[in-house]
């Protein structure tokens, strides 16, 4: 059982994002649709926005989750890796819980992966 858990969390840990390309894009915003998205939900989606040339800013929903964030972008193009300063909240009305605030690292690979 604990193989099957530590292989289904390897697997959950990659997403399918949107990074359609790598050189910097004129793009401001980007939907990513995944696992462990919208606050860290077993399934999820986050909407993100450029508010500066290297912030930008994003909410999401998931099962049973959500979240925001501010992001901080190491290249001035929205589908860049990133650091995050996020809020996740987990669970809903008697299924709560946990609420995180903290930093996240966002790997985006150069076609379609984020980690």
């Avoid at 930008?56 to 860049?80: D, E, M, R, T, W």
Wanted: proline share 4%; aromatic share 14%; charged share 10%.
């Amino acid at each position: 059982m604990k193989k099957y858990l530590l292989v289904a969390l390897l697997l959950a840990a990659f997403s399918v994002g949107a990074m359609a390309q790598r050189e910097p894009s004129p793009k401001k915003c980007a939907i990513s649709a995944g696992v462990l998205q919208g606050g860290g939900g077993l399934v999820g989606v986050d909407f993100e926005a450029m508010i500066g040339s290297h912030f930008s800013a994003q909410a999401g929903v998931g099962l049973l989750s959500f979240g925001v964030g501010v992001n901080y972008h190491f290249k001035p193009f929205i589908n860049s890796s990133m650091v995050s300063l996020a809020y996740w909240h987990q669970g809903l009305g008697d299924s709560h819980t946990v609420g995180w605030v903290g930093p996240v690292y966002t790997f985006r690979a150069p076609k379609v992966f984020q980690f």
